[in-house]
């Protein structure tokens, strides 16, 4: 399908349930981004759990989101449980707009929902000559080191800059071996995933992504990725004012009330401290990228390259949706 | 010998080499803290280094330090290649006190150098009931994901916030699979490293730590703690306007130069965005605490918990010192 029409498709399924055409828009912009990045397990295969949440009334699709700023550099933003990305969107620009005016921002963003990639949002601050980290917490899918029972969610550590070129620097890594969606959707696509990526409920190695999801995911690097995530849980949940500690409901199986999920983004000018930052940065990357390549390695990407040039790729082509979830959706435009 | 005397040892030892009596003692603090959270590869075994360096005149001992307050929250300091303890020192009483004044506290430090272990300043912050980000880069010990040569230093992510009870949460975790410091302590013991974590220089597994130094280190994670490196570098280097991309000297084997290393210090009040912050923080700690462990596992820690352990149990006892570093630091004292 056109991509503008996948577009069109997500933006009247939206209004469809009642979210506004801002919203909606909002909405469909991160799902196409997904798309086009190639993070498919974060695009248009999720639409009807982000509808399911909103018919049970678990994402509001009418939020009165509140905005309070406490400083020029700090805002502090309910989004009464508003879909993930509304809050992310209006977090990342607010957080944008007080860099602009201070050198720095710093926004929290509470009661709100799973918002896509961190990426995504971490790269419109990059674009416009700004470093951001994006925090956000998510539902239990890695243990614990030491523990046998899941707490932490994947709790991805995102940070971008700009990279002195068109295509910034874009950090967005999970703290687990394999991104959860990437499971989730092996296991609708009835593949396997790799072993040693997970544990199943009992705590055996497994390469079955339904026995993965109802197990344990394991942490990168044992106890430093386990402590990493843990870090973001913290700063996304406990600090923010949002649910923590294994209590953020998964998205896609639990209805029985909202995520309340917390985001934190700090954002700061690139040339605080230089005033040749596009230039230093070139020299940095170049340093890398000519470093001699192991066997079989033909070039070394930065962090979002790779994104990148799927980006330009994907932008050239139609998005695949399969019969299956078109006529889900469908179904979800009819009811 | 005991804990008093190595101190009036180091901080003789750091005067007869011309630092001044505060900056001897911020140093001996740094160097004595390493040797009681058992990180001796940070510790008083670094002395004559430090020593031959000053006197290579690549450690400034009289440095001409300049603080430009660019905002209440945003400072940055030129350490005129100060020793690390002293820039870092001043850095992290820097960012606490703008933390303090305005929530957010941002501090970034250039021409300085090796400053220690990272949770000691973070931890600083974290029992004034702040959370602190301390980068910092280092000489090249990692090699970038598909690179065959070393670039990035060990480059840790450290993060500190008050857990509620005494002991801050603190971590402070290298990218690497083991941290430089500790090679550097199996070669002086003649010890050897495990297998998988680090390369010699023609790219061949080895547990060899002499082979290991001149070689590579492994990321973790690959591609995800490669990323988190060069994130680190970029932090503390490029924005900072600090050496980076591989022009960090190792602080004990290349004397050729200064280091001019970066520091970037973000530390923000614990309750920004919510009053109860204590209470949360214990909630979620001991959620993770109260999880089915493992086989084998007693007890899960939260990061720092372990070191503060080792830290009350050695505040007791008197510190190790082989009598061929005392011979050493003797011989400094004489020279």
């Known amino acids: 399908m056109k991509i503008i029409d996948v577009k069109k498709l997500i933006i ?103 918002y ?21 917490n998510a539902p239990p899918a890695i243990a614990p080191h030491g523990a046998k029972k899941t707490l932490f969610g994947t709790n991805p550590i995102c940070f971008a800059c700009p990279s002195g070129n068109k295509v910034p620097f874009v950090l967005d890594t999970s703290m687990s071996m394999i991104n959860r969606g990437k499971i989730r959707r092996a296991a609708k696509l009835g593949k ?58 998964d998205p896609f199986d639990d209805f029985s009330g909202p995520q309340n999920i917390g985001h934190l983004f700090i954002v700061f000018k690139q040339n605080l401290f230089v005033k040749n930052y596009s230039k230093r940065i070139k020299e940095n990357i170049s340093k890398v990228k000519n470093l001699p390549k192991i066997k079989g390695i033909k070039k070394i990407y930065y962090p979002g390259e790779n994104k990148a040039e799927r980006f330009k790729l994907n932008k050239k082509k139609e998005i695949n949706i399969s019969l299956n979830l078109l006529s889900e959706i469908n179904l979800l435009n009819k009811s």
Chains 1, 2 share one sequence.
């Open 116 to 136: 896509g990639l961190s990426g995504y949002y971490a790269e419109q601050a990059a674009k416009k000559n700004l470093f951001a980290f994006c925090f956000t």
């Open 12 to 114: 009247k399924t939206f209004k469809k349930f009642n979210l506004s055409e801002k919203h909606s828009n909002i909405c469909a912009n991160a799902l196409i981004n997904a798309e086009l990045v190639g993070a498919h397990s974060h695009g248009i295969i999720r639409l009807p759990s982000y509808c399911k949440r909103i018919k049970k009334k678990v994402i509001n699709a009418k939020p009165k989101i509140k905005i309070r700023n406490i400083s020029q550099s700090i805002t502090n933003i309910d989004a009464d449980n508003a879909i993930g990305f509304v809050g992310a969107d209006l977090g990342i620009n607010c957080a944008i707009k007080n860099a602009k005016k201070t050198g720095l921002g710093f926004v929290a963003i509470k009661n709100s929902g799973h």
């Open 192 to 249: 396997k995933i790799p072993y040693g990526f997970a544990l199943d409920k009992n705590g055996k190695p497994t390469n079955d992504p339904a026995k993965a999801l109802k197990g344990m995911q394991l942490p990168i690097a044992e106890f430093r990725g386990s402590g990493l995530a843990w870090m973001v849980d913290i700063l996304s949940g406990v600090f923010t004012g949002s649910n923590h500690g294994g209590k953020v409901k």
